[in-house]
């Protein structure tokens, strides 16, 4: 069973509207971690955010925010007024043990938005 | 500048044809890892080093090999055993090797492999 369901495949906006990329995952465990990462053109992925189970507080750096829900597994992203910068491919990532006992994420299909001028 | 760097960035063969991928990085960071990219598909883990001279196969290693005799580097084979090579392969590092290490990965701009 996929571990990280990025339902959205892609995303088309105009600049200045809003837009929300869903993530739900699934996992036994009661620690884990979810991660957002941004992959722009040019290929790499840049780290956006990292939230562990046991803190459900939502967050807001700049236009971006995110929204934490252990009651639907959910782990939204909502960016608010896009700007034709923020166009790149989104994953959602879960970290949970593995065996061993090491924590490695395990990616979602990724959304592409693509923000129009 | 501090990073990774993934080379070369585009690389053709033929089939049958093992290929090499390099990853290098000077963030002194322990781990390494190789993941590959096919559209729609997300990230998939091939293989990782949580340290030097060790490494463990991820989800999908078979047709790859990989080594670690030094920190900084972390290169991948595709041998020819691997029957759909053509794909996007990313590099990434994270701080520590320690298994309860949670934190972030960091990633190179990775290599696009195509079999012709």
């Known amino acids: 069973a996929q571990k990280v369901t990025q339902a959205q495949t892609e995303i088309s906006v105009v600049e200045k509207e809003d837009v929300t990329l869903d993530c739900v995952y699934e996992?036994?465990?009661?620690?884990?971690?979810l991660f957002w990462y941004k992959q722009p053109p040019s290929g790499e992925l840049v780290f956006l955010i990292r939230?562990?189970?046991?803190?459900?507080q939502n967050e807001i750096s700049g236009r971006y925010s995110w929204n934490f829900q252990k009651s639907t597994s959910s782990f939204n992203f909502t960016i608010t007024a896009s700007q034709v910068v923020d166009s790149a491919v989104y994953f959602c990532?879960?970290?949970?043990?593995?065996?061993?006992?090491?924590?490695?994420?395990?990616f979602g299909r990724g959304t592409s938005l693509i923000v129009h001028p | 500048d501090g990073g990774i760097t993934q080379s070369p960035k585009y690389l053709f063969r033929k089939e049958g044809q093992n290929v090499t991928l390099s990853c290098e990085q000077n963030?002194?960071?322990?781990?390494m890892y190789w993941y590959r990219q096919d559209p729609g598909q997300g990230l998939r883990l091939i293989y990782y080093?949580?340290?030097?001279?060790?490494?463990q196969k991820g989800d999908i290693a078979e047709g790859y090999s990989v080594s670690r005799e030094k920190k900084e580097s972390f290169p991948l084979t595709v041998t020819s055993a691997q029957k759909n090579p053509t794909a996007f392969y990313l590099c990434?590092?994270?701080?520590?090797?320690?298994?309860?290490?949670?934190?972030?990965?960091?990633f190179g701009e990775g290599s696009r492999l195509t079999v012709l």
């Open positions: 990434a590092t994270r701080t520590s090797g320690s298994p309860s290490d949670t934190g972030e990965l960091f």
């Open positions: 996992t036994r465990d009661t620690t884990y971690y």
């Open positions: 939230r562990n189970s046991f803190d459900e």
């Open positions: 990532a879960l970290s949970e043990a593995r065996a061993g006992g090491s924590y490695i994420p395990t």
């Open positions: 963030l002194n960071h322990d781990a």
């Open positions: 080093s949580q340290i030097v001279n060790d490494f």
